[in-house]
């Protein structure tokens, strides 16, 4: 099992930019990926990006335009999400996962508010 910690985010005015970290411990070994979902106020969850833990390929959601950028640090088991040009609209609650076979490890969450 892997425990998640996610950091960053918080309130941003629009325009600005944020990083989002989740640092991983436990088994994390066995990670086959990483990710970010984000969940804003009365909406489904959403795919953010993903990225492949040996091999560093990454995956967007259809809706994620260039501004998010998807990075980890193998040797500090911690994955980022760089966001730039921040608007109203991305404002949610961010959640990274890691993926061990076909079970997903959830952390905690972390809000990010987007002033405007």
């Known amino acids: 099992q892997v425990q998640l910690v996610e950091s960053g985010g918080g309130l941003v005015q629009t325009g600005g930019s944020t990083r989002l970290s989740c640092v991983a411990s436990?088994?994390?070994?066995?990670?086959?990926?990483m990710g970010w979902y984000r969940q804003a106020p009365g909406k489904e969850r959403e795919f953010v990006a993903a990225i492949n833990w040996n091999s560093g390929r990454t995956y967007y959601g259809d809706s994620m335009d260039g501004r998010f950028t998807i990075s980890r640090d193998n040797a500090e088991n911690t994955m980022y999400l760089q966001v730039s040009n921040l608007a109203p609209e991305d404002t949610a609650v961010y959640y990274c996962y890691a993926r061990i076979s076909s079970r997903l490890s959830w952390g905690q969450g972390t809000q990010v508010t987007v002033s405007s």
């Open positions: 436990g088994l994390t070994m066995s990670m086959y990926s």
